[in-house]
């Protein structure tokens, strides 16, 4: 009887910037969603990964994602991508309160000689399916947010490229001494993702 074994599937420089970018916009749709930033009721259920997602029908947030999507996928096809940063901030005076950083490590080798990976679909998807399964229980470990907030998204991008009219120069809009949650991580042989949440500590100076 012959052994059976996993297909692996191949993984061009375009196809990973293109799951990679993909995943950026569900999570952040999802990110959206579970802190509430948006209301309920403005998200459409679909299904995506094997689980049940939301995006957003406001049409300002869908223009930006997909925008942000596009451009994301470009620079990951170049290999100029180090990190995207979804801020959450205070509506009213800007105060950051969460951070959810994406840090992205890209096989030089695949940029720079044109050679694929091998690695199956279904081993990408179930990597991602664990991400998104923590960003939809954030609820249970991140603090309330119990004021409006608005979000932002920062491009951490090699020195060297040239940014496109749209996007501008920001400070890093960082947390003091912040609480940090890492989550799972997703690789497609091309680009690892790792993630991670860090939020304003309520606790900061109550023992004083």
């Not at 012959?2 to 749709?29: C, M, P």
């Amino acid at each position: 009887m012959a052994s059976k074994t996993a297909t692996k599937d191949i993984i061009t420089l375009r196809g990973s910037a293109a799951i990679v970018s993909e995943f950026f916009g569900y999570a952040a749709n999802s990110i959206l969603y579970n802190r509430g930033l948006y209301p309920e009721e403005s998200f459409v259920r679909v299904k995506k990964y094997g689980l049940p997602m939301l995006l957003t029908q406001d049409e300002g947030v869908k223009s930006f994602i997909s925008n942000l999507t596009a451009q994301l996928s470009e620079w990951l096809e170049a290999g100029k991508l180090q990190r995207v940063v979804l801020v959450i901030m205070s509506k009213s005076n800007n105060e950051v309160l969460e951070r959810w950083n994406f840090r992205i490590e890209t096989d030089g080798e695949v940029v720079e000689q044109g050679v694929s990976r091998e690695k199956s679909d279904k081993e990408i998807m179930r990597e991602i399916q664990a991400i998104m399964r923590q960003i939809a229980s954030s609820i249970t470990y991140l603090p309330c947010l119990d004021e409006p907030c608005v979000f932002d998204v920062l491009a951490y991008t090699d020195k060297d490229l040239a940014v496109p009219f749209t996007w501008m120069e920001s400070d890093p809009k960082l947390i003091a001494n912040p609480q940090m949650v890492k989550l799972h991580s997703f690789d497609t042989k091309i680009h690892k993702v790792d993630t991670l949440v860090s939020y304003k500590n309520d606790d900061d100076g109550d023992d004083e």
